[in-house]
């Protein structure tokens, strides 16, 4: 079992930044491959950004590729969210995610899910 608790975020104006954190606990970290999802109102979980276990290789979302940066720290147990340049339309919840098989852009692959974190971007 993995425990993950998200944090960082809040409300904040359209070209600003926010940091999110995802704390894990339970099975080791430094074999978890994981990922950020986000979830709109009235909209489907979609995937945002996804990190291997040795933090080598990472993809994004067209729609935040070069303003959204994953990145993890194994020796804390934690990954990252860099969020730069936001917009309105980054408004959303956002999870972390982790799995064991992998990299993966689909929310079905994934075993273990934080509880999430608003984000709010005003225009």
């Known amino acids: 079992q993995v425990q993950m608790v998200e944090s960082g975020g809040g409300l904040v104006q359209a070209g600003g930044s926010l940091r999110l954190s995802c704390a894990a606990s339970?099975?080791?970290?430094?074999?978890?491959?994981m990922g950020w999802f986000r979830q709109a109102p009235g909209k489907e979980r979609e995937f945002v950004a996804t990190?291997?276990?040795?933090?080598?290789?990472?993809k994004y979302a067209d729609s935040v590729k070069g303003r959204f940066t994953i990145s993890r720290d194994n020796a804390k147990n934690t990954l990252y969210l860099q969020m730069n340049s936001l917009k309105p339309e980054d408004t959303a919840v956002y999870y972390c995610a982790a799995r064991a098989e992998g990299t993966s852009l689909f929310v079905s692959d994934y075993d273990y899910w934080g509880q999430g974190t608003q984000v709010t971007v005003s225009s």
């Open positions: 339970g099975r080791t970290f430094s074999v978890l491959d």
């Open positions: 990190i291997g276990w040795a933090g080598r290789i990472t």
